[in-house]
Nanobody
Framework: QVQLVESGGGLVQAGGSLRLSCAASGSIFSINRMDWYRQQVLGKQRDLVAAITSGGSTNYADSVKGRFTISRDNDKNTVYLQMNDLTPEDTAVYYC?????????WGQGTQVTVSS
């Protein structure tokens, strides 16, 4: 089992920055990849924003390339999403996901609201 707890969301003006954190606990040795997803409209699908593998490779959605950075601190078992130059279109609930060989795990989500 893997438990994920996100934090760092909030209200920010357009052009501002936020850093999201996702703290993992439990069977963290089994995690192959950590992702950040966002859900912009309740009931719609969650979209992949950024991913980082256990080897450190990263991947980003085109809409956030150059503005968002995913990173991790292995000592703290935490993955971060640094979000810069935010726009109202980035408003969403952001979820952390841990992918293991057998299944995935999700956090509870953290709301990010960007005002114009």
């Amino acid at each position: 089992q893997v438990q994920l707890v996100e934090s760092g969301g909030g209200l920010v003006q357009a052009g501002g920055s936020l850093r999201l954190s996702c703290a993992a606990s439990g069977s963290i040795f089994s995690i192959n990849r950590m992702d950040w997803y966002r859900q912009q409209v309740l009931g719609k699908q969650r979209d992949l924003v950024a991913a980082i593998t256990s080897g450190g490779s990263t991947n980003y959605a085109d809409s956030v390339k150059g503005r968002f950075t995913i990173s991790r601190d292995n000592d703290k078992n935490t993955v971060y999403l640094q979000m810069n130059d935010l726009t109202p279109e980035d408003t969403a609930v952001y979820y952390c996901r841990a992918l293991t060989r057998l299944r995935d795990y999700w956090g509870q989500g953290t709301q990010v609201t960007v005002s114009s």
